[in-house]
């Protein structure tokens, strides 16, 4: 059975520190990661990842992928309030383009 | 501005009712989309895989009968929940992306409330 975990489930931090969100990954037929950021409503994108090593970058967002110990990180640098928010990772596997989710961290951030 | 539009974005209905919630793709076409049902505080969970011009595929445990959906055309999905229940309450939200390898795109969400 195909599975994501991410970790923290939970973090709490104040504005500015720098935080890192865990996702590690065992499916069949592996094609991409993704990660959103969920507020209230839909999940918006923020990275594909398809290839291992290789940083995707936004601004303080940051990313990375590792296939072989099979886990990814997301990174975020001097955090703000604004960036409270669910962040979901997802795993798109096998042939038929679903993608299998992770229970997701609640990252708030404290002035 | 968004790519995948779903509405209505909240809706109550009575127990025992239907509700339709509709899913587009603006600007392209989607053979394929998905289904997304999410209780408080729980992640995404697919429910189903909208195929255009035939049957969806449902994941274990979902019930095909209770969610309708019809994928009429490329740009069109529509989930409807038959006879309602207050345990089918939830967040439901589709998916869609523009073609192979490309980038997934959510909709804006839909909140069933079920009374």
């Known amino acids: 059975e195909d599975k994501v975990v991410q970790s923290p489930l939970s973090l709490v931090v104040h504005e500015g520190d720098t935080v890192t969100l865990n996702c590690s990954y065992e499916?069949?037929?592996?094609?991409?990661l993704l990660w959103y950021k969920q507020e209230k409503k839909a999940p918006t994108f923020l990275f594909m990842l398809?290839?291992?090593?290789i940083e995707k970058k936004s601004g303080r967002l940051s990313s990375i992928l590792d296939k072989k110990e099979l886990f990814s990180i997301l990174n975020i640098t001097a955090t703000q309030t604004g960036d409270s928010a669910v962040y979901l990772c997802a795993v798109e596997a096998g042939g038929a383009q679903k993608l299998v989710f992770g229970q997701g961290t609640r990252l708030t951030i404290n002035p | 501005g968004a790519v995948v539009s779903q509405h209505p974005s909240r809706v109550i209905c009575k127990s025992g009712t239907s509700v339709k919630i509709e899913c587009r793709s603006l600007d392209f076409q989607a053979t394929t989309m998905f289904w997304y049902r999410q209780f408080p505080k729980q992640s995404l969970m697919l429910m189903a895989t909208s195929n255009e011009g035939s049957k969806a595929t449902y994941e274990q445990g979902v019930e095909k009968d209770k969610f309708l959906i019809n994928h009429a055309s490329l740009t069109l999905s529509t989930l409807t929940v038959t006879s309602a229940h207050p345990e089918d309450s939830s967040f439901y939200i589709c998916?869609?992306?523009?073609?192979?390898?490309?980038?997934?795109?959510f909709g804006e969400g839909s909140w069933l409330t079920v009374v």
């Open positions: 398809t290839s291992s090593g």
């Open positions: 998916s869609a992306r523009p073609g192979p390898g490309g980038t997934i795109y």
């Open positions: 499916v069949t037929n592996f094609r991409s």
